[in-house]
């Protein structure tokens, strides 16, 4: 059964930094052919396990409604997020996933839904949970391995404004979905209050006012994206059709790529 820190989540999560590191390692090794092959599948998972839940509740019935609504969880805005970054020139979109939208996937393993404590390791729940948000965390990681993409500075104060523009969307149909009210059950990525986060609650307390109360967290992530960029500062891109859509434009194209025949 799954319990946070109990046998089955520990396995959970040791299984997940296996793939992980295997997936990376594999992607450096083989044609770029085959790496579209290794990040689109994942891609294609990901995107299943969100309809199978959130538009077919499991198979059960379906819910358009439900399934629009969801597009305003952070984690279930992957379903839209993770075409993007296939798009060549969507620098900005992959710079998103990176900087934030990974690291919202990989908090999911250290605190889980409520659905998922007390579920079975091998139930449909947990399964189709811990397999989509994994998923978010590889194909980002694996397409830093693959040298499509490195985190950039010059893409953090963009990725802030993103973020600012999507969690007001967030907020405004929230409040749509609630009646025009801004008290009511939808409380999509937590911007009507703290929702019993551990982190967020301390703010809600200070300043009690949905969305403005998570604004003091900008600054914060700004600075550890930054933080980040620095990191990857030294690291080289390859030549393949990604990195170069964005950095030689003009000066390459993809013909001009040497074939790797692994």
Sequence with gaps: MMTIGGTAHILWVIASIIIVTVCC???RKVSYKWQCVMICSCVGICMVGILFLHLTHYGKSLDFAN??????QVCNFNFVLLPLCLIKKNELARQYLFYFSMFAAMSTFVTYTSDVEGSMWYSIVTINFWVDHLMVVLVCLMMVSAGWFKPRKEYVFKVCLCLLAYFGACFFANFAFNGWSISGPHN??????SGSIMILEPLYKLIPIPFVYLLPLFPIFMGLFYLLAFFFK????PHNPYSDANIFPK???ASQFPQ???
């Design 25 to 27: 390692f594999v992607v």
């Design 67 to 72: 399934f629009f609504q969801q597009m305003f």
């Design 188 to 193: 999509h990525s937590y911007t009507m209050s």
């Design 234 to 237: 030294k690291y080289t891109l």
């Design 251 to 253: 000066q390459i194209k």
């Design 260 to 262: 790797n025949n692994q």
